[in-house]
């Protein structure tokens, strides 16, 4: 098959490949294109064969539930069984934006959206391509990070056609997302709800909305017997190729231990990566080393992670070492999709 890749400018709404792509949507096709955290791979959410080609494209486990993708709140109320008490309220402070939220569903949904599950998972873009694809189409669009299974997920419309080129009608080209991690998931169909997934929106903004709001402790647990509530966090995902260890502790001492295990790595024959910051790489001496940006900015380093780690798996190196990246706000988030790559191998020095 062959990947059109549409680039998409500013002038969204009257845009003929937007057009174009909402067409393959309803026809039961797949179209790839951007949010303002990763890029999507969707298909119309009602449509039982359109899901089941996502999963084929991307190789998917088949119990891995997929995110309906709304452009209005009432489409929220058309697919839920019932509207959880605080669905309204955390949708006008954070809809559109990178929250999704589980509730029960009602028979709208098929069981190849939900992966077989009686709740769906929700979120309104905040991407004025996604929103467009949404109402263009007239469907409520299914959608996974537009990746191949185990694979980072995709930041860049490049990223998308090197793990779905030629598997996939239409890619539109947004160019970088902003965020660069996926949306933070929160479970509403219990007493309390719980956050399933840590991202850009982090547990204390969503207590300042609806008061207290539990983590899973599959997601925070580093042991494979705590197992997530999210079908997706058990897989391991985010690994490149190369194995990662992950450094913690105190700026210079984290340089030292890292330039230590390299000239061992070196002296072996070994092809060294690291993942530094701005103020760290130039003190460095690996055979690749990537910087995720200055420190100050932890934006910056959320929005590069998933790119770097796709640059290590085109170079060819053998081991990557990294340093810890728990930073005030989005670190539970950063850190959670850094362990799973590095398995959670982290060595505090
Ligand atoms: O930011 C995002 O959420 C991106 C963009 C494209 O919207 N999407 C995304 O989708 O990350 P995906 O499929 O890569 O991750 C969805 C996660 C998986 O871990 C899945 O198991 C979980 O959401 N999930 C989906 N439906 C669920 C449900 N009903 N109950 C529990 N977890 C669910
Ligand atoms: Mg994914």
Same mark, same amino acid.
């Given at each position: 098959m062959e990947t059109k890749i549409y680039k998409i400018g500013s002038s969204v709404a009257d845009n003929a490949f937007m057009k174009e792509?909402?067409?393959v949507i309803r026809d039961g096709g797949?179209?790839?294109f951007p949010t303002e955290t990763v890029y999507g791979l969707g298909a119309d959410a009602f449509n039982p064969d359109a899901a089941r080609k996502i999963y084929a494209a991307k190789g998917r486990p088949s119990d891995n539930p997929l995110?309906?993708?709304?452009?209005?709140?009432?489409? &929220?109320?058309?697919i839920a069984e019932v509207l959880p008490d605080y669905a309204g309220k955390l949708a006008e402070v954070f809809w559109p934006g990178p929250l999704t939220m589980i509730v029960k569903k009602n028979k709208n949904v098929p069981y190849e959206t939900t992966g077989g599950l009686?709740?769906?998972?929700v979120r309104m873009p905040d991407h004025p391509v996604a929103l467009q694809l949404i109402r263009e189409s007239g469907r409520l669009i299914a959608a996974p990070s537009a990746n191949t299974s185990g694979r980072p997920s995709p930041t860049l419309a490049e990223h998308v056609a090197?793990? &779905?080129?030629?598997?996939i009608p239409v890619i539109l080209d947004g160019g970088e997302v902003g965020i660069g991690i996926e949306?933070?998931?929160?479970?509403?169909?219990e007493d309390?709800?719980?956050i399933l997934r840590p991202g850009y929106i982090t547990g204390q903004m969503l207590e300042e909305v609806i008061g207290i709001v539990k983590t899973d402790p599959g997601i925070i647990s580093g042991d494979s017997f705590t197992k997530p509530k999210a079908p997706g966090m058990k897989y391991r995902h985010y690994a490149p190729r190369a194995d990662l260890i992950i450094v913690d502790g105190e700026r210079k001492a984290v340089v030292d231990k890292i330039n230590e295990w390299t000239d061992d790595m070196q002296a072996k024959g070994k092809r060294v990566g690291i993942i530094g910051t701005d103020e760290t790489a130039a003190y460095y001496r690996g055979n690749m080393i990537l910087s995720m940006g200055t420190r100050d900015d932890e934006d910056v380093i959320a929005r590069h992670l998933y790119r770097i780690l796709r640059e290590f798996d085109e170079e060819r190196v053998d081991i990557i070492y990294s340093e810890s990246f728990a930073t005030p706000r989005i670190g539970q988030a950063i850190m959670n999709r850094l362990l799973k790559a590095a398995g959670h191998r982290i060595?505090?020095?």
């Open positions: 792509a909402a067409a797949l179209v790839a995110i309906v993708h709304i452009a209005e709140f009432k489409a &929220l109320e058309s009686d709740t769906v998972a090197e793990d &779905l080129g030629g598997r949306s933070t998931i929160i479970d509403l169909t309390v709800p719980m060595y505090v020095v």
